[in-house]
């Protein structure tokens, strides 16, 4: 039989390549088997593992990680109840549940976990679902946020920033920020703004948008130009090339 004929050698010689390509990660083990090798394949990739007790109080002072991975191989019914505290507290990093075979049959969504793995599955698969897992969740980050001209807008933590500084802002503040910097360079009219933001109950006046904009901009500090005034028209959020901050000017008036 010719080398590489019963796939053997091609295993052997491919899939170490692919494995050292892949970044580093940190990965950290919540499981009840003290000592115990959860998922061998692991022991073949170049990824950092810490591994200790699968207790919530555990999490408290645990070392940080790109990815958990919860030891379901004996207990289903320990591992749900830990995957769904995990989730609930909103861990920020991708949870993957590690299962023998009999096991897949009783996950479903409500466990809440990014994927699971099984215990005897290859370093080429663990890898895989490792890094499909942290890709993933990066993409969702970075879709929920917008950047432009200086300024970061969080819209899963409702929360921004102006040049690396958090801003303070009430709800609202946030609000208006947000629906200008989603349309750029798109003039709105007061009452535009105060249907968007405020809603259509909103039975209050039109100068409750210039309050806000006067607020927003003293918040914005150096960058206060990018909320624009078009007079006898309304506002809009003003796009400067390369996020480069606006040149001092006198300060605008609502």
Known sequence: MPDGADGRDHWHSIVPVTIRRTRLAQLLILTSAAGAEVLPSLGLLSHRVRQIPAQPAQ????????????DARRDLAAAKSLCKILTTTGIAVPLLLILTEGGLTAVSADWGVDDVV??????AEVDARIRLAIGRQAQEQSASKIQTSGVVIDEASYSAK??????????????????????????????????????????????????HVRRLRAKLGDLEQLIGTVRNVGYRFNVYEDDAAPAQTTTPTA
């Open 162 to 211: 102006v040049q690396g500084r958090p801003l303070d802002l009430t709800f609202k503040e946030f609000e208006l920020l947000r629906f200008l910097a989603t349309h750029p360079s798109r003039v709105f009219t007061r009452e535009q703004l105060l249907s968007e933001v405020w809603g259509y109950d909103y039975f209050g006046g039109t100068r409750t948008v210039d309050v």
């Open 59 to 70: 999490l408290v002072n645990a070392p940080g990680s790109d990815l958990i991975m919860v």
């Open 118 to 123: 099984l215990d005897s599955a290859g370093p």
